[in-house]
């Protein structure tokens, strides 16, 4: 029959666009899991969906196959910029990063930075450490900030 598929086993992969192009909201973050176990339809990296050759049906991957997430940023350019973005983007990383090292720490002890971006943003509020303070040197000519 025309528009029939005749030759089976088949495999298929769908691309879903996760854009539009333009924002709909100030920031939308999307994020999708992805599953992967043998014989199953799943999806990978990019939101790929898999579903693999066979010649009856193809159940879905199982919740315990979960192989990652994959997560979508869209913002409005216009309201804001790329580099607040990406710090979001940088903090959120860590958070996740921190929850799998140790998941039963309570949400307002996870760190939003990493301990090298902390020290760079310590030194970057409060001066270099070898410098003289007014508490440990309180002669010294304060130094004026830029």
């Known amino acids: 029959m025309p528009g029939r598929l005749s030759a089976a086993p088949f495999s298929l992969d769908v691309i879903e666009g996760l854009g539009t192009g333009s924002a709909k909201f100030d920031l939308n973050l999307i994020a999708f899991p992805r599953y992967s176990a043998a ?30 997430i994959t997560v979508s940023w ?7 910029e790329a580099g607040f973005v990406t710090g ?9 990063r921190a929850v799998v090292r140790a998941p039963r720490t309570v949400l ?19 001066g270099r450490q ?15 900030g830029r």
């Open 108 to 126: 307002s002890e996870l760190p939003l930075v990493s301990e090298e971006q902390r020290e760079r943003l310590l030194l970057r509020a409060f």
């Open 130 to 144: 070898d410098e003289p303070s007014a508490d440990r040197v309180p002669e010294a000519v304060a130094r004026r």
């Open 39 to 68: 014989g199953c339809i799943g999806r990978g990296p990019g939101n790929v969906l898999r579903i693999p050759a066979s010649d009856g049906p193809v159940p879905p991957s199982p919740a315990a196959a979960l192989d990652g």
């Open 88 to 96: 979001l983007m940088r903090a959120y990383q860590e958070i996740l």
């Open 74 to 80: 869209e913002f409005d350019s216009d309201q804001l």
